[in-house]
């Protein structure tokens, strides 16, 4: 088996049980979510599931990748970074949808950007197509931050 296919092993398992630890915090169907005034530029419920499915397939790849190629040292402060950001991401949902608190869930995806950065910076360094590979994920969330950050706005005064 090549490195990255080792570090496949890895990194599908933690990408995949990010997506089932976020998706069980996910209510899009909830009464208090629809209840929420969102704007009009918000995708398509639809749009998620397949969105999601590439970046989680980018995040596995592009961080396989890299650590397949970076030496040890490196290699740990990539797991480090790719955990943390994989955890953030995961918590987002939770904030957001379970605890029903957007102005924490925009604190939680402000953090998940800058790890995002951290992320694509470190991968880049060790191989800059599998960075490079990681710029959907970044435009993603900071799309999301946006509509985070609107529908914090538009809801506001109804918020705890």
């Given amino acids: 088996m090549s490195g990255v296919g080792r570090q496949l092993r890895r990194t599908v398992p933690a990408v995949l049980t990010t997506a089932v630890v976020g998706g069980l915090g996910t209510r899009p169907r909830s009464a208090w979510y629809l209840s929420?005034?969102?704007?009009?530029?918000?995708?398509?419920?639809?749009a998620f599931g397949p969105a999601w499915t590439t970046l989680y397939a980018?995040?596995?790849?592009?961080?396989?990748q890299a650590l397949a190629e970076a030496g040890p040292e490196e290699?740990?402060?990539?797991?480090?970074?790719?955990?943390?950001?994989?955890?953030?991401?995961a918590a987002?949902?939770?904030?957001?949808?379970t605890?029903?608190?957007?102005?924490?869930?925009?604190?939680?995806?402000?953090?998940?950007?800058?790890?995002?950065?951290?992320?694509?910076?470190r991968v880049g360094r060790v191989d800059a197509r599998a960075g490079a590979a990681l710029t959907p994920y970044l435009a993603w969330t900071w799309f999301a931050?946006?509509?985070?950050?609107?529908i914090l706005r538009r809801n506001r005064a109804g918020l705890r």
């Fill in 99 to 121: 605890a029903r608190r957007p102005d924490l869930a925009l604190a939680g995806i402000l953090a998940l950007d800058l790890s995002n950065a951290d992320l694509a910076r």
């Fill in 36 to 46: 929420l005034r969102k704007p009009p530029w918000q995708p398509p419920p639809a």
């Fill in 145 to 150: 931050t946006a509509l985070n950050a609107d």
């Fill in 58 to 64: 980018l995040i596995a790849a592009s961080t396989a």
């Fill in 75 to 89: 290699r740990r402060r990539i797991e480090r970074a790719a955990w943390l950001n994989l955890g953030l991401n």
């Fill in 92 to 97: 987002w949902s939770w904030l957001f949808f």
